[in-house]
């Protein structure tokens, strides 16, 4: 291309070196300015199971949750699965044991709300201690 006194106009071009300088000096100060922080979670320390022999306690409540809700304690099905009724029949079970262990044997299926309902009736019965049973891996 030729301009008015017979020279040649050079391309234009884009010169992209400062606009890079200026992102990596951005991305430094986002980087150096940014605090990063640790979401505290609660730590569950999942059971295990042995193939050491069980040993058989007298003061045990034995509650089942089923797939679809229902509640069973020490094999006796309960009408409803709210936390009322089973807080009572959980103090039906004990009589007059003092300080029993509840264990709940949950289906893989069953609700978390369901398992948390349960705790929430055995600490409603006044029995705090409550285990999880598990079955060992194949």
């Not at 922080?37 to 949750?65: G, H, W, Y």
């Not at 029993?100 to 929430?120: E, F, G, R, W, Y």
């Amino acid at each position: 291309m030729r301009n008015r006194r017979g020279g040649h106009y050079d391309d234009p071009e884009i010169n992209l070196i400062p606009f890079i300088d200026v992102l990596l000096v951005i991305i430094i100060f986002l980087m150096m300015t940014t605090t990063y922080s640790k979401f505290s979670a609660l730590e569950i320390n999942l059971p295990t199971a042995s193939d050491t022999q069980q040993v058989e306690r007298r003061d045990e409540i034995n509650v089942a949750l089923t797939a679809d809700g229902r509640v069973l304690i020490n094999q006796t099905p309960l009408a409803s699965a709210d936390v009322q009724s089973i807080s009572d029949m959980l103090r039906r079970a004990a009589g007059d044991t003092k300080d029993p262990l509840i264990i709940i044997n949950a289906d893989a299926k069953a609700t978390h709300q369901s398992v948390v309902d349960i705790m929430h009736a055995s600490q409603m019965a006044g029995y705090p201690h409550i285990s999880f049973a598990t079955r060992t891996a194949p």
